[in-house]
């Protein structure tokens, strides 16, 4: 079985930086697709960021349009960590942070039809 654990939340002032990590635990899973969500206080769950890895393939990386420019998503060459550095933080950015992984084939990653999720970290961003 496998979990995803998330760390690296905090608070911080408007224009920071913080770097999420997401770890896979338990059973080695092959996944292709990991990804990051986040639920603002009182809002619907969001997608954020989603990266493709394949054996010997490029990994791609896709992005809400809200956290362009801002924001990384990164795997390490085991595909065991998952990285989401964010810069240039603002509050509309505070939310809880999950990560997922095994996103169901055919469906678009903004869907958040993923089969495992962790349990999420908070990210505060204060003026």
């Known amino acids: 079985q496998v979990h995803l654990v998330e760390s690296g939340g905090g608070s911080v002032e408007v224009g920071g930086s913080l770097r999420l990590s997401c770890a896979l635990t338990g059973d080695t899973v092959t996944s292709d697709a990991m990804a990051w969500f986040r639920q603002p206080p009182g809002q619907q769950r969001e997608g954020v960021a989603c990266?493709?890895?394949?054996?010997?393939?490029?990994?791609?990386?896709y992005y809400a349009d809200s956290v362009k420019g801002r924001f990384v998503v990164s795997r390490d060459s085991a595909a065991s960590t998952g990285y989401l550095e964010m810069y240039n933080l603002k509050p509309e950015d505070t939310a809880m942070y999950y990560c997922a992984i095994n996103k169901t084939r055919g469906t678009p990653w903004l869907d958040g039809k993923f089969a495992v999720w962790g349990q999420g970290t908070q990210v505060t961003v204060s003026t």
């Open positions: 990266i493709y890895t394949r054996p010997g393939r490029t990994a791609v990386p």
